[in-house]
């Protein structure tokens, strides 16, 4: 059971928060290891294809069936929503269902740049459970936020399909409102996303929001205050570079838009490290310069998506998928960096805060990675 004894960890000073496990300690840190892995089962291997054994506990089905229906909605959610009501409309007698949406969705186009529309019910789906159950993922806290306050969370790094960042953002799977009390966080995504139906309204159910300047600054200036933006600064570009490996590469250095919006709105920037986001899926080699990753660089900058070409597992056979492999992710939310309040920041201000922010995130990974990584990991600014 995940809330017996031995599902409990702690380290100094940390809340760490899986489904069941929420505490403060004032125990030395440890080595934090996955006890929720059973030991190695081998399936059968036909083909070269290795197949999950028959006999597997129902808990572990149940979370390799959240995290595929998670991965299959993100990729045919949007899709096929447009081509049902495409359908609706030129084949069917149900026609003005279509136009009435269709009016709906231009009269509501813009509020997910005004704070979304979240449903407390959606988050809290038992589905969400088992999805972090799955890798599983950890959400750690290091300092205390004040709910009087907005914050812009920095989300590193971005991985395949910023995984851990999803469990802890956009669901109530490790129980974030539980480990900072009233903060409401908002996972922004590509604003491509909200042009959809149904997912649009889906993924807004979850709490997310667009990534634009406007969004952000909606967000960052509510007067009210416990508002936390979540944005993944290295985006796309940063995508390709999620390679398994000692070597992790996050795209900081021309990033500092988003920094000039905290400074706008005197908001704390909080640097934040998911270790092991980069474990769960393998990519096809792409090094600088290489045919393929010229031709990812060139449709990323037309589509503003990275067509990253990866390697997961299935739902039956560990060889070949989409679904994520199984790896602990440790989200770990740092203490925030201060800035002060500028209607027109200078660019002398600008890069004095964000060599800040570069700072505390490089000390957040360098401090931490004994604990939820491994020692000899490298943190590599592009």
Known sequence: SRGSKQDEHAV??????????????????????????PPPQTGKKVFGIDFAPLKLPLERRLQ????????????????????????????????????????????????????????????????????????PIYLVKTAELDPRRNYLFGSHPHGVLCSGAFGCF???GVQFSQVFPDITPHLLTLEGHYSFPVYRDYIMCAGAC?????????????????????????????????????????HVNRRKGFIKMAIRNGAPLVPVFSFGET???????????????????????????????????GIFQYTFGLVPKRHPIYVVVGTPVETVRMAHPTQEAIDETHKRYADALMDLFNKYKGVYGKKEDVLLYI
């Open 12 to 37: 100094q000073g940390h809340t760490l928060s899986t489904p069941s496990v929420s505490r403060m300690t004032e125990e030395e840190p440890t080595l934090i290891r996955d006890p929720f892995e």
């Open 64 to 135: 390799t069936l959240a995290v595929a229906a998670w991965i299959y909605t993100f990729f045919l959610m949007g899709p096929l929503g447009l081509v049902f009501f495409l359908y609706l409309f030129f084949f069917t007698n149900y026609g003005f269902l279509a136009v009435l949406y269709l009016a709906y969705f231009l009269y509501d186009k813009d509020i997910c740049n005004r704070g979304g529309r979240r449903s407390k019910w959606v988050r809290d789906w038992g589905l969400w459970k088992h999805y972090c159950n799955y890798f």
């Open 170 to 172: 956009a669901t109530e």
């Open 210 to 250: 667009s990534a634009s300047r406007d969004s952000i600054n909606y967000l960052l200036s509510r007067p009210e205050g416990g508002h936390a933006a979540v944005l993944v600064p290295g985006g796309a570009p940063e995508a390709l570079d999620s390679h398994p490996g000692r070597e992790i590469r996050v």
């Open 279 to 313: 474990k769960i899926y393998d990519q096809v080699p792409n090094p600088e310069g290489s045919a393929i990753r010229k031709l990812q660089d060139t449709l990323t900058k037309i589509l503003g998506l990275a067509p990253v070409f990866f390697v997961g597992r």
